[in-house]
């Protein structure tokens, strides 16, 4: 495809945000250009959001490699939400496709996001996500449960539920986008996408969901342990709690705060007992017990600071 961004309007800006991870990015950029955006005019904009600038080299001497459009920017101010929306603000494509620098977008992904979209009318489409466990653990199978996406058993059709902003395609044409689109008070703690995604269904915008392509996301070693399990699993524990905190619903705070304090009664015994037994299905019962918490303590400082400043400055997973 030439890089001309002619008709680019109507076509696909691939947005991929980086953060020191130069094999996740390589290989993430070379998955991405052999997608096939089914004849329509295609860019990939790479925001770079280490402070040092740390893939410009890369990314400009891949750019001079292909003949795909790929843009760099530089995003110098640590956090998701502001290498996202420094992505956005630049995107000239009706359609938005999000890929993160851990994932490798697989055979058919583009094209199949974008025709689910257009086959069923929907401002936002997935594919399932494969997560790729490193090492060897007795606990890899519930790993790989739990940083996969595989969705509902269906083929293929329109869903109620949404996934996350990584490995997703979004019509701008369908929805209207808040300014910014990602919250930057989520810049260090994660969920901006859960919250820009449920203000676009409450829209009223379709969902796609399909099984005709996959991606693959890898999980770095350091993820892929009880520890991280249990903060990650306790952070999104918290998001229903806090989108009904957002809006001011009293009686959603009360109702899944009760949610999560019978969940986390339910699970946490039986997650002392699979550890003490030392089964793999400690790793299960450890999120289930971890999100009921995250539930009741949504508020105050007990969020977990996982992405942007709190990595740069090496306080997170």
Known sequence: MAKSANNIRNGVSVILPTFRRPEGLQIALKSLVRQNAGGLALEIIVADNDPKGSAKAYV????????????????????????????????????????????????????????????????????PTIARIPGSSIYDDYYTRFFSRFGPDMDEGIVDDFF?????????????????????????????????????????????????????EDIRPH???PGYVKIRSFANGQSPSQ??????????????????????????????????????????YLAKSSSGAGKVLWFGGFTPKLYGAAVVDNKAF
């Open 60 to 127: 400009k001497k891949f750019a001079a490699s292909t003949t795909v459009n790929i843009r760099y920017l530089h995003i110098p101010e640590p956090g998701v939400s502001n290498a996202r929306n420094g992505a956005l603000k630049a995107a000239k494509g009706r359609y938005l496709a999000f890929l993160d620098d851990d994932q490798e977008a697989g055979a058919n992904w583009l094209e199949t996001l974008l025709d689910s979209a257009k086959k069923y009318g929907a401002g936002l489409a997935f594919v």
């Open 164 to 216: 996350g902003c990584g490995n997703s395609l979004l019509d701008t044409k369908l929805c209207t986008l808040p300014t910014p689109p990602f919250s930057v008070d989520m810049n260090e703690t994660g969920g901006e996408d859960d919250m820009l995604f449920g203000e676009l269904q409450a829209q009223g915008i379709k969902i796609a969901w399909s099984r005709n392509a996959k991606c693959y």
């Open 243 to 284: 989108e009904a905190a957002e809006s001011n619903n009293w009686l959603g705070i009360i109702k899944w705060m009760m949610v999560g304090a019978v969940q986390y009664a339910a699970f946490t015994p039986i997650t002392l007992l699979t550890k003490a037994l030392g089964k793999p299905s400690y790793i299960h």
């Open 223 to 225: 993820r892929a342990t």
